[in-house]
């Protein structure tokens, strides 16, 4: 039979699958359906600079507070927030609800973390295991699932904008400005501008809205709330307010995580040139905005293949070796992005690009978080609030100079910040070569072996399957 705790784990799972099949889809249309004075681009640089303020000092409050259950529940409703907003784009609608979004989402992940932690020490403590190994399988299983949001979100766009029957042809003008060739910083969807395609964009739009609403829906109606007892040694270890805002910059003092910035910054500059960039400047520029969800279909489902391959590869090459192959495959696609004029008769290249992209996305993503884990197993917490504040300052950074820049010195700028952490990772690699940092003995879990004892009393509004 089923366990109640992963029943648990599959109910989180599910929802930010919903909830991350709206926002995706949304993400990487911003730069082209909001493309009026750059207004989409800019609503995504305010969301990671919200997301930066959050994640000093919201998590612990709303946690300890609302509980796991509820500040989930809150952070999902802020990202809705964000879907309304879209429904009436403008400075005044986007801009706000980008705030909100971004207030919200660190506190959401942290929740959800906290609630996946827990429930496996529980199961672990239950059935006699060690708690890492069933932690590991629980996110396993949350990732799975989750990642596969870049593919439906993305599909719901293309089927939808798919149906306009009034796409014009490219003309072969406009052609000549897609790329790297030219200048443009306003580039234009082949879509036309009739009433027909502003129905279209509500309707995808409110999909995404009701799509959203039933995540809610099913964490409010399924997760248990297991606030009471389990997470309360969780919650009751946190360090104070003021101590664990400190926290996170006290960690700066560490030489070795002041090298990693660079690597955690270009996390976020890679990803957003592909949501960002590639999606307005070569795909709407050259196929039309219909084209760009399957082209992020492409990526997401790439990266969630990867991201599964090169984890298990890990372990036979080493870290070093795939860090190489992400850099390598990262600057082939800059030079080839240079140099490429996008045209329609070449659609199989469309999705080369992202493809290769997603390999080493999934290359950056997986490998940098466990190389925090390993380097800073005693500060993971404050570690990874860095690790979450410098991508986010990356994503910032990129955004804000969107509309800007030059496509041709937004490569530039990311193949600079490629090449500046080609100079740093490895120092911090070498010398954890030679000093490998020593790792912490897990424990028992024996608080959670009491608390099973007492476990019917504890769980609140439980939904059995």
Known sequence: MMSRDFKNVLVVSVGFLFLFTAYGGLQSLQSSLN????????????????????????????????GCKWTIVVGMACYVS??????????YTLIPTSVILGL????LWAAKCTYLTTVGNIQAARDGKKGSNVINQYFGTFFFIFQSSAVWGNLMSSLIFGQDTKI???PEEQLRTCGAADCSLNITSNATTTRHEQQLVWMLVGSYIGVGLLAILIVVVFLDNIDQEQTSHFRGNREPLCHTFLATFRLLKDWRLVTLIPITMYTGFQESFLAGEYTKNYVTCALGIHYIGFVMMCFGAFNSVSSFTFGRLARY???????????????????????????????????????LWAMADSIWQTQTNALYGVLFPRDKEAAFANYR??????????FAYSTFLC???KLYIVLA?????????????????????????????????EAIKADEKIIINQTRI
């Open 389 to 398: 504040m410098w991508e986010s300052l990356g994503y910032v950074i990129s």
């Open 317 to 355: 090459t080493g870290r070093a070796a795939l860090f190489f192959l992400g850099a390598l495959i990262n600057v082939s696609c800059i030079i080839a992005l240079l140099f490429w004029r996008p045209h329609p008769d070449q659609l199989p290249v469309f999705f080369v690009f992202p493809a």
């Open 417 to 449: 910040v490629l090449l500046l952490t080609a100079v740093t990772y490895p120092i911090v690699e070498y010398h954890e070569h030679k000093n490998p940092t020593p790792s912490i003995e897990q424990d028992t879990y024996q608080i959670h072996k």
């Open 104 to 107: 919200g989402g660190s506190p």
């Open 168 to 170: 014009a042809d490219i």
């Open 35 to 66: 493309a009026e004075e750059g207004m989409g681009v800019a609503s995504l640089s305010v969301i990671y600079a919200s997301i930066i303020i959050s994640s000093m000092f919201l998590p612990p409050i709303m946690i300890k507070n609302l």
């Open 82 to 91: 964000y879907s309304i907003g879209n429904f009436f784009p403008g400075w």
């Open 407 to 409: 496509l041709e010195y």
